[in-house]
Structure formats: C-alpha cells, structure tokens
C-alpha cells in the first residue's frame, strides 16, 4: 500500500472513531438530561438538600442519613467524559494527519 492509501485509510480511521466517540458523548448527554429532568423532575419537591449539575445534567438528593439519590454514577461521568475526551483526541489526530497530508 502506498503512503498516500495507509494516509487516507487511517484519516477515515480516525473521523470514524471521532463520529463514535462524539455519538456516545451525546446519547449520555440526552440520557443525563432525561435522568435530571424527567425521571427526577419532582426531586425538589421532598429534599431539602438539592444539588444540581449543569454538565452533565444532575439533579441529586443527600438526605440525612447520608444516602444519595438521583446522582449519576462514577462510571457514567468516566464514560462521559472519557467520549469527550477521546474524541477530542482523534480530532487532533486527524487533523494532523490531515495537515501531513497537504505540501
């Protein structure tokens, strides 16, 4: 194969696995904000401590006996996040494989 095929073919990789990353980045945003706003809509209504979260969505419970209720988990923020950031990289990847690509 030739350096401008393994080029191309690894520049599809690469926007291949940015559109993935990018789509599970924004299905487990959806997901926080239908957790926050639909399934805990009237949370508020019987906590006295509320604590929101604008990115991702969370609408959280801490009663008294220290339990929590409707928090995201840790492994659906390292998810989250983790898409974010995987993403962000094979973005930065692409484009360098791109700019090697143009004299």
Not at 45 to 58: G, K, Q, S, V
Not at 70 to 75: H, I, Y
Request: negative net charge; glycine residues 10%.
């Amino acid at each position: 194969m030739t350096s401008v095929g393994t080029r191309d073919t690894q520049l599809n990789r690469l926007w291949g696995a940015v559109c993935a990353f990018a789509g599970i980045f924004f299905l487990l945003w959806a997901l926080s904000w239908l957790h926050a706003s639909v399934l805990h809509e009237d949370l508020q209504n019987h906590c006295a401590d509320l604590h929101t979260a604008r990115f991702p969505f969370e609408k959280s419970c801490t009663h008294e006996d220290g339990t929590v209720e409707g928090a995201n988990s840790v492994l659906f923020d390292g998810i989250f996040f983790g898409s974010m950031a995987a993403g962000v990289g094979c973005l930065g990847a692409a484009f360098t494989v791109e700019a090697g690509r143009r004299p």
